[in-house]
């Protein structure tokens, strides 16, 4: 014996009503699993394993980095990141600087400009500087046909003068040298060494060079000049 409803009537009892999504076949009522793709499904919070699911990102890119392809919502959320290189970079005497995304080089363009003096020779490349010495020291010398003040450059002075004249020497400084003659010889006259201030030459107030071709070198030592 089988019951049957009536099919026309949704209310009356005995008759089951069908909606959306729900089956009905031989005796059995069931839900289907998968939604539609055009519903629009919403739920106030959705764990897995105890965990939040994130379903949206919001990166901030920072100096020197931009981020492209971002898809911020939905079931699936990404974003690439690219580094745009260094902004700015400064460089300063004898370098210079290559840049391309992601990479900086920095190179030694060498010395920009190195002076030898007498007897030294200076050779160089990129990032070396050689010095050599090629002989022997040299001094400055000087000549001088009357009264004349020594400056810090002078080295030897020599007087070719056949009347008197005086030799004034600079503020002493520890270890400068001086090397006074008298280059005229015979019949000249005398040459008066005169220190600065109240410095002396070996407790002397002055020192005088009267015999011809006669030389005195003094050196600056213990607040005085001292005769060597």
Same mark, same amino acid.
């Not at 190179?107 to 022997?136: H, K, M, R, W």
């Given at each position: 014996?089988?019951?049957?409803?009536?099919?026309? *009537? =949704? /209310?009356?009892?005995?008759?089951?009503?069908?909606? #959306?999504?729900?089956?009905?076949?031989? $005796?059995?009522?069931? !839900? &289907?699993?998968?939604?539609?793709?055009?519903?629009?499904? *919403?739920?106030?919070?959705?764990?897995?394993?105890?965990?939040?699911?994130?379903? #949206?990102?919001?990166?901030?890119?920072? %100096?020197?980095? *931009?981020?492209?392809? !971002?898809?911020?919502?939905?079931?699936? @959320?990404?974003?690439?990141?690219?580094?745009?290189?260094? %902004? #700015?970079?400064?460089?300063?005497?004898?370098? #210079?600087?290559?840049?391309?995304?992601?990479?900086?080089?920095? *190179?030694?363009?060498?010395?920009?400009?190195?002076?030898?003096?007498?007897?030294?020779?200076?050779?160089?490349?990129? $990032?070396?500087?050689?010095?050599?010495?090629?002989?022997?020291? %040299?001094?400055?010398?000087? @000549?001088?046909?009357?009264?004349?003040?020594?400056?810090?450059? &002078?080295?030897?002075?020599?007087?070719?003068?056949?009347?008197?004249?005086?030799?004034? %020497?600079?503020?002493?400084?520890?270890?400068?040298?001086?090397?006074?003659?008298?280059?005229?010889?015979?019949?000249?006259? =005398?040459?008066?060494? +005169?220190?600065?201030?109240?410095? =002396?030459? &070996?407790?002397?107030?002055?020192?005088?060079?009267? @015999?011809?071709? +006669?030389?005195?070198? @003094?050196?600056?030592?213990?607040?005085?000049?001292?005769? /060597?």
């Amino acid at each position: 014996m089988a019951y049957l409803a009536q099919p026309t *009537s =949704k /209310i009356d009892y005995g008759v089951v009503g069908i909606g #959306s999504f729900i089956n009905v076949d031989a $005796g059995f009522i069931s !839900l &289907d699993q998968d939604i539609s793709r055009n519903s629009i499904v *919403s739920f106030n919070n959705v764990t897995i394993g105890g965990n939040n699911v994130v379903t #949206s990102v919001n990166p901030v890119a920072g %100096l020197g980095v *931009s981020i492209t392809g !971002l898809v911020s919502t939905g079931n699936t @959320v990404g974003f690439a990141v690219s580094n745009t290189g260094v %902004l #700015s970079v400064s460089t300063g005497a004898g370098v #210079s600087v290559s840049g391309s995304t992601g990479n900086i080089t920095v *190179s030694n363009t060498g010395v920009l400009s190195v002076t030898a003096g007498a007897g030294i020779s200076v050779t160089n490349s990129t $990032g070396y500087i050689t010095i050599s010495s090629f002989g022997a020291d %040299l001094i400055a010398t000087i @000549v001088v046909t009357g009264s004349y003040t020594a400056t810090v450059n &002078d080295e030897y002075i020599g007087v070719y003068s056949a009347s008197s004249v005086t030799i004034s %020497l600079p503020f002493g400084v520890t270890g400068r040298v001086y090397t006074i003659k008298d280059e005229y010889g015979q019949g000249s006259g =005398k040459i008066t060494i +005169q220190p600065s201030g109240v410095e =002396k030459i &070996d407790n002397a107030n002055t020192y005088i060079i009267s @015999v011809p071709y +006669q030389a005195i070198s @003094v050196v600056f030592r213990g607040g005085q000049w001292r005769i /060597i």
